[in-house]
Structures are given as C-alpha cells and as structure tokens.
C-alpha cells in the first residue's frame, strides 16, 4: 500500500509541475502578445494613391493639398487649400487649411466643421456625424486614453502624428491662418500656451524641433454666442519612436469641463 501512495503521490507531482509549466508558458505568450499590441496599437493606413488621384481631378476652385485620418473617429477624407475660409463647395465631407504648404510644415493647422455636434455633452461616434464631430470625442477622457494618434498624408508620403494635447481655446487663441514657418520662439510660446490648456497631460515630451498638427473646429461647450474652439494637437512621431499608447492624465482644466457637462446634454446645431 505504501508502494502505491508514493508512486501516486509522484504522479500528482508530475502533473502538478506539468500544469505549472503550461500555466507560465501560457502567460508568458499572453504577456508577449501584450506587448506586440501595446508596440503597435496604431498602424499608418496609406492615403498616398488616393490623394493623388483626388488632386488628379482639382480645380483652381478645389485644391486638395492633403489627407486626414484620426484614431477613433470617422474623419478619413481630403484636406483642401481654403485661403482666407475661401472654398467654394460644400458637398463632401472635407477639412481646410490656410496654408498651401508643398511639404510638411514644423506646424500645420487644419480645420473643420462642426455642425451637429455643439452640445455641452458631445456625442462619441455618431454615424450621422461627417465632418470634425467626432473629434467631439476627445473631450471625454476615456475616449482620450485609447485614440492617441493623427495621420496626415501630403506630398507622396503619410506622417504620424502622436496626440499630446486636447484643449479649449477662446477665438483667435490660436494663428489658424497661420502660412509661414514657425520660429523657435514663436513654437516655445505656442507650446506654453497650449500646456496651460491642455485637458490631459501625455506622458511624452514636446519641444520646439518638432512638427507639430493642430485640429480645429467650433464648439457649442461654452454656449453658442461664445466663439471658443475645440483642438487636438499632435506632434510627429520621432525616428525609431513606436506607436503605443502611453499614459494620459486629466488636468485641472479638465474639471472645468466636467462642470459645464453637468449642465445638461440638449444640443444645439449650427
């Protein structure tokens, strides 16, 4: 009988120690896919052909310069030159730019409307929202959190840009008609003031060397006779910087925000 609780006894230990190893071997695989997808949570989806063949078909009227996707959104479609808020349709869905820059500029403001997406609580993803709506959405930290990148096409090549503020801006905070070259100085103080409004503060570093992307559409967060603005700012990714999330964190603007969507959640449309 001792025989055979010992040879029992070792039997369990076998398959003890084997569920052990699988368990590890398990986690380890899951650990390593963790990681491929926290080292990828963003991959550049070209838009070269199709902006080239867009530009193909532009007019002196209608001259695409760019294209414009955003993680979490819908907005996917052509960026045209609009100097002084000069285009002449609105049949499509589009944003615009002040500046006619043939190659990436160290800032780059684009704009976009929001027509039916002006409440004191915004809505996230509505399908009837095709313009800059859906960048409504970054109000709200969650929806901040996990859409962390810009990609903006011009010239033959995509470029990446990673998310580093989300803000409020009172109107002509901001140079949107901005067409030239930003000095050293001038991105030190854009950059500062974009700090002090900031709703979230990203776990990465910006400075005055790099490129930076600027969204921007109207808001109806303060009510609709104040002209405020709403803008995603990103700069772009660095040589060898990969494209995962990194941690956000709200700001004492922030709650500023909360208090107005306590408010209520009517909206109102343009």
Not at 21 to 41: E, H, P, T, W, Y
Not at 105 to 119: M, Q, R, T
Not at 150 to 161: A, E, F, H, M, V
Request: charged share 25%; aromatic share 12%; net charge neutral.
């Amino acid at each position: 009988m001792k025989k055979k609780t010992k040879g029992k006894c070792s039997r369990d230990k076998a398959i003890t120690l084997v569920c052990l190893s699988v368990l590890c071997l398990v986690g380890l695989i899951g650990i390593g896919l963790s990681m491929i997808r926290n080292d990828a949570d963003y991959r550049i989806k070209s838009r070269t052909s199709i902006l080239e063949k867009r530009q193909k078909n532009d007019t002196d009227s209608k001259k695409t310069v760019g294209w414009l996707r955003v993680q979490g959104t819908n907005i996917d479609y052509p960026v045209l030159y609009a100097p002084d808020y000069n285009f002449t349709y609105e049949t499509e869905d589009f944003a615009w730019t002040e500046a006619d820059f043939k190659e990436l500029n160290n800032i780059v403001y684009i704009s976009g409307h929001n027509i039916k997406n002006l409440s004191t609580k915004p809505l996230v993803n509505d399908k009837n929202h095709t313009r800059f709506e859906q960048l409504m959405g970054f109000t709200y930290y969650d929806f901040a959190k996990n859409n962390q990148f810009i990609q903006y096409t011009i010239n033959g090549k995509d470029y990446l840009y990673r998310i580093f503020a989300v803000a409020y801006f009172e109107d002509a905070t901001l140079d949107l008609f901005n067409k030239s070259t930003y000095s050293e100085a001038k991105m030190n103080a854009f950059l500062k003031l974009v700090n002090e409004n900031t709703l979230y503060k990203y776990n990465i570093d910006v400075n005055a060397n790099d490129k930076i992307i600027s969204l921007d559409t109207c808001t109806g967060m303060f009510g609709i006779s104040n002209n405020n603005h709403f803008a995603v700012l990103g700069r772009l990714l660095r040589d060898g910087e990969k494209a995962k999330l990194v941690k956000v964190q709200k700001t004492g603007e922030y709650s500023i925000i909360e208090d107005e969507m306590k408010g209520g959640d009517a909206n109102d449309e343009a």
